[in-house]
């Protein structure tokens, strides 16, 4: 079993459920493909605002991802810069996928979520960035060449459109074999949803 899971960096939800779905698909025999995309390219398109532009729905979020994290143990300490858009760690991972392979650009993706919701560190920068890839080995001038690359671009804006045609319209967003889940708190019930498809195998 395959899961899509579709997640935006600037989302804390998304932090979240990057911290849990290669838990999730190991317990029940299953991989994953991690899929980057922008929130507000897909909000476009439904016509819905994006938390942070609704102060009521804003002032909410602010404490349930406080909470939640705190319920969870995950540690939540975003960076000063946070809510912004951030495109480049999406482009850096595509980047990496291409060039280093899945394994790198998921460890990539991962990193900076630790970076930016743990440790308060703002991934909007390319310094950042440019640190958490040479960490990993990769060839800082060619790092961020890559994130300058038209291709580059041109795929992250393709896989956008590749969500909406698939049916994604926030984040977290999951696909299990084609099923829907929408959002962290769907997570407890795609673990259920998990367990019984492998017992039904």
Known sequence: MVLDFYFDFASGYSYFAARRIEWLA?????????????LPALTEVTKVLPSPLVPSKW?????????????EAIPFNP?????????????????IRAAHGEQAAVSFARTCFQAYYADGVDIADKAVLLGIAEAQGID???FLAGLEDPSIKAQFKQGNEEALAQGVFGVP???????????????????????????AA
């Open 26 to 38: 190991a317990a029940n025999g299953a991989t994953v493909r991690w899929h980057p995309v922008l």
């Open 59 to 71: 002032r909410y979020v602010s404490r349930d991802t406080a909470r939640t994290a705190q319920e």
């Open 79 to 95: 960076s000063s810069a946070f809510p912004q858009m951030l495109v480049a760690p999406g482009r850096a991972m595509l980047w």
């Open 140 to 142: 800082g001038a060619a």
């Open 173 to 199: 967003f999951v696909l299990a074999d084609g099923e829907p889940f929408w959002g962290y708190d769907r997570f407890p019930q795609l673990e259920r949803w998990l367990a019984a498809a492998r017992r």
